[in-house]
């Protein structure tokens, strides 16, 4: 079932590292792998969740989701999106903004693709790196069921306890950041800091609408559990609302993906072709969840990919200044992945024996 599932993802790997190779050279093969293991350690979550909403639906609606999200998550939020930043930000016309990305030899007044998303830089590494940076807070302020680094985990889930807390700890950081970084353009990225804040909250808000909503037929379905009625599977409308809500989510996740991926390449091409990778891994990860029946037993991955999303903020945020290398980006995510990779793996052989000498 294992290569079933993954066949496509090996086979759409294989096919995009070589023609990064062949268009990029060696540095574009390695630029494309980072950013695909980048995104697949940021959405890993993202996979989880997703299973446990996918499983719900019926077959119909889950090939529609594997479908037609594919393309809505590879070619909107990773081809559609990365444009929109430089024409806004460079107040160009979108006609104008395909021509240079197809073209990095042509100019505009002067500048031309890479010119005017370097210019861009301060304002995207600000709204990303806030956005991103509200992602970790409010994971590491609210309550889990496990803790991994425990010592610094549970004196932060006391003072999350207060209202609005991760807001105010993003707008100092903000202002922190303007004020070391900015260099001129204190009042560009201090703009686009607040609505990198304004965004995540949106988005969490509408979210939250729909857990809501879903929580509520969760309860009616564990009711006709106990009462031993079989598990309808979500059809026709309800099942489109489930489609919808696994869109809005899967956008949220793949975001930060999309906006910390400026911190590796600014090729347009390049990041639409690692996180396009990456994205059908976590695709093909939801549906291994989904046809195992059982989520993953590896309870502190999930905080490894908020550490990797907290530090590519604070990487973000420096970069309005200064730059990073790109293989430090990258391989600091694939770290905090390891590392609570094997930690997981230590509890659950730790907890195994526990069982046994009992």
């Keep these: 079932m294992f290569l079933r599932t993954f066949g496509w993802s090996f086979a759409i790997t294989i096919v995009g590292l070589i023609a990064a190779g062949l268009i990029w050279g060696a540095e574009g093969f390695g630029v494309v792998l980072i950013l695909s293991i980048l995104e697949i350690s940021l959405s890993f979550d993202n996979a989880v969740v997703n299973a446990t909403v996918l499983k719900r639906m019926n077959p119909f609606w889950q090939k529609i989701f594997l479908t037609v999200g594919v393309l809505i998550a590879v070619f909107g939020m990773r081809l559609v999106f990365p444009l929109a930043v430089v024409a806004l930000t460079a107040h160009l016309n979108p006609a104008t903004v395909i021509d240079l990305a197809l073209d990095s030899s042509k100019t505009y007044n002067g500048s031309n693709y890479g010119d005017f998303l370097q210019a861009a830089n301060p304002a995207i590494a600000a709204f990303g790196g806030i956005f991103l940076l509200m992602i970790f807070l409010d994971f590491v302020l609210e309550e889990k069921e496990f803790n991994w680094l425990s010592w610094l985990e549970k004196p932060l889930e006391k003072i999350g306890k207060l209202d609005a807390l ?25 703009l686009a800091g607040l609505l990198g804040l304004a965004t995540y909250l949106a988005v969490n808000g509408l979210s939250g609408v729909f857990e809501s909503g879903l929580e509520a037929e969760e309860e009616a379905e564990e009711e006709a559990e106990r009462k031993g009625k079989p598990l309808v599977l979500a059809a026709g409308k309800a099942a489109f609302f489930l489609f919808l809500y696994l869109e809005v989510l899967d956008a949220s996740f793949s975001f930060d993906g999309v906006v910390g991926a400026f911190a590796i390449s600014q090729d347009i091409f390049q990041i639409t072709l690692g996180l396009g990778i990456g994205a059908m891994y976590i695709r093909s990860l939801t549906v291994y969840l989904v046809r195992k029946g059982t989520l993953d037993d590896y309870v502190y991955l999930e905080h490894g990919a908020h550490y990797a999303i907290g530090a590519l903020a604070l990487i973000l945020l420096v970069s309005i200044k200064h730059h990073i290398p790109e ?7 694939v770290a905090f992945i390891g590392a609570a990779l094997v930690s997981s793996m230590i509890r659950n052989k730790r907890e195994q024996e526990l069982e046994e000498a009992s």
């Excluded at 993003?170 to 922190?176: K, N, W």
């Excluded at 293989?327 to 995510?333: A, M, S």
């Design 166 to 190: 991760s807001s105010v700890i993003a707008l100092v950081v903000l202002a922190v950041s303007a004020n070391l970084f900015a260099e001129g353009k204190a009042e560009t990225v201090l």
């Design 327 to 333: 293989i430090v980006t990258g391989l600091i995510g």
